[in-house]
Nanobody
Framework: QVQLVESGGGLVQAGGSLRLSCEAS????????VAWFRQAPGKEREFVAA????????NYADSVKGRFTISRSNAKNTVLLQMYSLKPEDTAVYYC???????????????WGQGTQVTVSS
């Protein structure tokens, strides 16, 4: 069973940047797609970004388009989420996910990480 482990969260001021990482426990893990979701207190988990494992396609939520970038690192089994121009409304627990299709719904992804907290102060 593959495990996904996120890291890189923290506290940052509005306008700042963070880079989240998600490492798969199996180096040869190659799902069809990977994604980042987030969940703020009292809200449902929402889609942030997704990409095909090959990197050929990527989708972003309108709220993060132009500010966030999803990619794979040179380590190949690591997915990154580079976040710029952070806003207080970006505050949430961020989860990485992997699954069999490029989609924006949580049910499309079988594997999930434990989450990493991102807090943006105003």
């Amino acid at each position: 069973q593959v495990q996904l482990v996120e890291s890189g969260g923290g506290l940052v001021q509005a306008g700042g940047s963070l880079r989240l990482s998600c490492e798969a426990s199996i180096r040869t893990f190659s799902p069809s797609a990977v994604a980042w979701f987030r969940q703020a207190p009292g809200k449902e988990r929402e889609f942030v970004a997704a990409m095909s494992w090959t990197g050929a396609n990527a989708n972003y939520a309108d709220s993060v388009k132009g500010r966030f970038t999803i990619s794979r690192s040179n380590a190949k089994n690591t997915v990154l989420l580079q976040m710029y121009s952070l806003k207080p409304e970006d505050t949430a627990v961020y989860y990485c996910a992997a699954g069999g299709m490029l989609a924006t719904r949580t049910t499309a992804f079988r594997y999930w990480g434990q989450g990493t907290q991102v807090t943006v102060s105003s």
